[in-house]
């Protein structure tokens, strides 16, 4: 089947197999919600209790005398011991009662005492004078505000007329010699990934990097065999563009307006194991053929983020010593990887040189990509990314780091950066531009 059928189903029948494996020798928890213990509740009425059903079962073995005089021995002291764990519980929760503290707070406690939690909720969302309420209904919501961030309306026209004009030119990934990193995968590339990987939630599957880490030497094989087939066949699983994503409030944000989440993407383990060997030997290249500019110390091997900060700091003290100005702007784009130019991505690794499988993979890997909302146990309808990279995904970063970005800044502000070099006494100058 993984060497014959259609790539999807191919993926398919790899994801039955290891989701049949799993359910037969991976034991599930329980679907019952969990049951929250009372705040009283401590080790020794823990203690007490277990020693109660203990002499319960004993005695309904061995139905004698002794037996159930044990019984009512420890069925009483576990009474005493709770009552007088309630009773300091709430002499202390009491004592700590005081002008701060806020009728919230006093409620919490209140309901936790009589075993009363709060439920799962997701506040209302407000779109308009629409108010959204239902589970379903928020799901919906959320998706059509994450959808609406990659679209094409999200762009001005000045750059939308740029877009238009350059995606007239079709990129042409076709190889005509034979290129090392267009050569199929091995095992020790595999094996590689899967080491670096992280267990982190499935994607749409149910496939987990802990169920892919025991996969024994034959499923690997095969798993190494479809990895190849995609990626000689230049063909793309249709369920991998899919992924599912879970919204996260934003600290001190409104919980009313959707664009105040932040959507997480729950993708395909299997396609980022993928990505995973994708990204090795793309970085790999990057790096031999001087393609990544030296100022980026993020996400590369050997550098880090404090490399720029001892520079800046670095340049600062200079500045002191030699009595010179000196200017730092700092950019925040809004939704970078949300708004990310996909053909301008493409086109970057088209200029750069790449040919064949590569730049093809990425070019799939790029393109339909879709994704579900789920709030709770609800989904909401499939909604399409029209640009942007794939959140939760593993060449995102890299693919993110190749385009070109160019800042324009308006003239007033170029004036108003000399004239504050002019005036200030200060010698360095930070202008944060968002």
Request: glycine share 4%; aromatic share 10%; hydrophobic share 40%.
């Amino acid at each position: 089947m993984v060497r014959t059928a259609d790539i999807s189903e191919a993926v398919q029948h790899i994801v039955n197999a290891i989701t049949n494996a799993a359910n037969n020798s991976i034991p599930k928890t329980s679907p019952r919600r969990r049951k929250f213990c009372k705040p009283w509740w401590n080790a020794a009425c823990r203690d007490s209790r277990r020693r109660e059903k203990i002499l319960w079962n004993r005695f309904r073995r061995y139905p004698t005398t002794e037996n159930l005089v044990a019984f009512k021995q420890a069925k009483a002291l576990a009474r005493r011991i709770r009552r007088r764990s309630q009773r300091e519980s709430w002499i202390n929760f009491v004592s700590s009662i005081t002008s701060s503290t806020s009728s919230k707070q006093l409620w919490k406690k209140v309901k936790a005492a009589n075993g009363i939690y709060r439920e799962f909720s997701f506040a209302a969302l407000n779109t308009g004078n629409v108010t959204h309420s239902a589970p379903l209904d928020i799901a919906n919501t959320l998706g059509h505000a994450f959808a609406q961030v990659s679209a094409n309306d999200s762009y001005s026209p000045d750059f939308m007329a740029i877009k238009n004009r350059a995606e007239r030119t079709h990129l042409r990934f076709t190889a005509r010699r034979t290129i090392p990193y267009n050569s199929e995968f091995k095992m020790c590339e595999l094996i590689t990934a899967l080491s670096k990987a992280h267990d982190t939630s499935p994607g749409p599957d149910g496939i987990t990097y802990n169920m892919l880490s025991h996969l024994n030497a034959a499923s690997l094989s095969n798993l190494l065999s479809l990895f190849n087939r995609i990626w000689t066949e230049q063909e793309y699983p249709s369920q991998w563009h899919e992924a599912i994503v879970i919204p996260i409030l934003k600290p001190g944000k409104d919980s009313s307006n959707p664009l105040n989440y932040r959507p997480v993407a729950l993708t395909s383990c299997l396609c980022k194991t993928l990505e995973r060997m994708v990204n090795a030997r793309l970085v790999f290249e990057l790096e031999k053929q001087e393609c990544i500019s030296p100022s980026q110390t993020g996400f590369r091997r050997g550098r880090s983020t404090f490399d720029n900060l001892v520079l800046l700091e670095t340049q600062i003290r200079n500045a002191f010593v030699k009595r010179h100005h000196l200017v730092s702007v700092f950019f925040d784009i809004e939704k970078a990887y949300d708004r990310a130019w996909r053909y301008g991505i493409l086109s970057t690794v088209f200029n750069f040189g790449f040919r064949g499988n590569l730049p093809i993979f990425l070019k799939n890997f790029l393109s339909y990509r879709t994704f579900r909302v789920r709030v709770g146990n609800f989904y909401s309808n499939h909604f399409i990314r029209a640009e942007g990279v794939p959140l939760g995904s593993v060449l995102s970063v890299i693919l993110s780091s190749c385009i070109s970005v160019k800042f324009l800044i308006i003239c007033h502000h170029l004036s108003m950066v000399a004239f504050m070099l002019m005036t200030c006494r200060s010698r360095v100058i930070v202008v944060t531009c968002t």
